[in-house]
C-alpha cells in the first residue's frame, strides 16, 4: 500500500475484512462481489452492495438451471448490471460454486 491507499482487487485479505472463506457448501454474496473487484477493479461500473445482490440473484437463477447466456442476460436486462460485468459475476457465481461445493 502506497501512501496509506490500497492499489488493486478488493483488498479483503490485505485489509482484514476477511482472512477465511465461506464454509464449503454455502454462499456468500459478499464474496463472490469481492471476486468480482479482484478481476474488473473500478471497470465492474458497480459498488460492492450491487454486486453481492447480483450474485444472489444470479445464485438463484443457476440453481433453477438457467444456462450461463441467459443468465448474465438476465443480470443486465432485469438486475441493470454491466454487460461486461454480468458476465463476470456469472463466471464468479460459477468459480465460487465449484470451489465451495454447492454443486
Known amino acids: 500500500m502506497a501512501g496509506g491507499r490500497h492499489w488493486g482487487g478488493s483488498g479483503d485479505y490485505v485489509e482484514g475484512e476477511r482472512v477465511f472463506a465461506p464454509p464449503h457448501g454455502s454462499f456468500d454474496p459478499d464474496w463472490v462481489a469481492g471476486l468480482v473487484l479482484d478481476?474488473?477493479?473500478?471497470?465492474?461500473?458497480?459498488?460492492?452492495?450491487?454486486?453481492?445482490?447480483?450474485?444472489?440473484a444470479d445464485a438463484g437463477r443457476r440453481a433453477?438451471?438457467?444456462?450461463?447466456?441467459?443468465?448474465?442476460?438476465?443480470?443486465?436486462?432485469?438486475?441493470?448490471?454491466?454487460a461486461g460485468t454480468a458476465r463476470e459475476v456469472v463466471r464468479a457465481v460459477d468459480d465460487f460454486a465449484a470451489a465451495y461445493s454447492l454443486d
Request: glycine share 14%.
Open 39 to 56: 478481476r474488473l477493479g473500478p471497470a465492474a461500473g458497480a459498488p460492492r452492495t450491487v454486486l453481492a445482490a447480483a450474485a444472489l
Open 64 to 82: 433453477a438451471g438457467t444456462g450461463a447466456d441467459g443468465r448474465a442476460s438476465a443480470l443486465t436486462e432485469h438486475d441493470a448490471v454491466p
